[in-house]
């Protein structure tokens, strides 16, 4: 059985950085994508950025040049640096890692973790 652990989130001013970290445990994972998506009060769930198996990493426009993705050497973790935090990045932020298990392919997800920026 695999688990992501997340942490990192708090309370932070507008302008300020968090560090969001998340790390699988449990069986063997063999990652593919890594990333993470924020759900906002009465809003879905989107997609912030991710990592590919090859490296790419993609983000939605509204965090591109404040956020930065990345994964430790033994993909078995992900993190998020956030930066020149806004007010409208207030959310429940998850990680998420698609990979192969001793179940076969999975979408495994983080407890989630809360950011608040508010001065």
């Known amino acids: 059985q695999v688990q992501l652990v997340e942490s990192g989130g708090g309370l932070v001013q507008p302008g300020g950085s968090l560090r969001l970290s998340c790390a699988a445990s449990?069986?063997?994972?063999?990652?593919?994508?890594m990333g993470w998506y924020r759900q906002a009060p009465g809003k879905q769930r989107e997609l912030v950025a991710n990592?590919?198996?090859?490296?790419?990493?993609n983000y939605t426009d509204s965090v591109k040049g404040r956020f930065t993705n990345s994964r430790d050497a033994g993909r078995r973790a992900v993190f998020q640096q956030l930066n020149s935090l806004k007010p409208g990045d207030t959310a429940v932020y998850y990680c998420?890692?698609?990979?192969?298990?001793?179940?076969?392919?999975?979408?495994?997800w983080g407890q989630g973790t809360q950011v608040t920026v508010s001065s």
């Open positions: 998420k890692i698609v990979g192969f298990s001793t179940l076969g392919w999975g979408d495994y």
């Open positions: 449990g069986s063997t994972l063999s990652t593919c994508t």
């Open positions: 990592i590919t198996s090859s490296g790419r990493t």
